[in-house]
């Protein structure tokens, strides 16, 4: 393991793209607390985003895996450029003569993944944590450390589409039609529930039912928006007469599935590079 790892990191420590991109990322990450600094002036009224509770225990778990997770596309990037570069400069059929199998090929690519997958959800904690013991009304044990199961759902939510991006990596090749690949299934994933839910079965939850196990739908449903969550939202919305009944619940069946979405697309990318001719 600690071999295949290696091989994959001296590949893109020489990556200055990759180094770019990552490092931008984490940048992003950390930039989440610059929000605490922002305070707006409306209608003569001024505020600071930090002192409207988003920055709670437990609330803050939810919001900011919720808003990193959007920035999830930079590694994605790193993903399926390492696997684009294998054929253009030809490493990978180095590999193959150098003795490595193409099991250990998609394992050290998979574990690069869960690596960064790792990294970016124990950064993400740690970043958290110092926001909230800063600016939380709350500060009980039990009220911090509740709700961890958004930090779990973030790193599934990274390790299953990090597991898709590597199989459009070596389905298509190439990184921006790899991309561009993964842009379009989205946009097909959208007009199959569309389909579904206003054709086939109109006035039912049917499509909604089905268009959960869809690969990219049941990874965005891991973490539902946390907006509407805040007190001020809910109360401008009582106000106008509406109300918010969203199921912002982590369940345990949305996990499973995103985690046999990653054996999938890894035993496909397994088995498309193993029936490709290099």
Known sequence: MLRLLHIEFQKLRYNKAAKVITITYFALITCIALIASIEFNFA???FRVADQGIFNFPYIWHFNTYIASWGKLFLAIVI???MA?????RTLKQNLIDGLSKKEFIGSKFLTALVFSLLSTLFLFVVSMLLGLSFSDYNEFSIVFSDLDYVIAYFVKLVGFF???MFLGIL???SAFALGFLFIWWIIENIIYALLKFKVFKGTTIADTIVQFFPLESIGNLINEPFSRLNFIQSAANQLGES???????HWYEILIVLVWKLIFVYLSYVLL?????
């Open 44 to 46: 003569g009224i001024k």
């Open 80 to 82: 399926v450029s390492m």
């Open 85 to 89: 570069n294998e054929y253009s400069h």
């Open 163 to 165: 597991a898709f991006c």
């Open 172 to 174: 298509v090749k190439r």
């Open 244 to 250: 918010f009944q969203r199921d912002y619940v982590v």
């Open 274 to 278: 193993k029936k490709r001719d290099l």
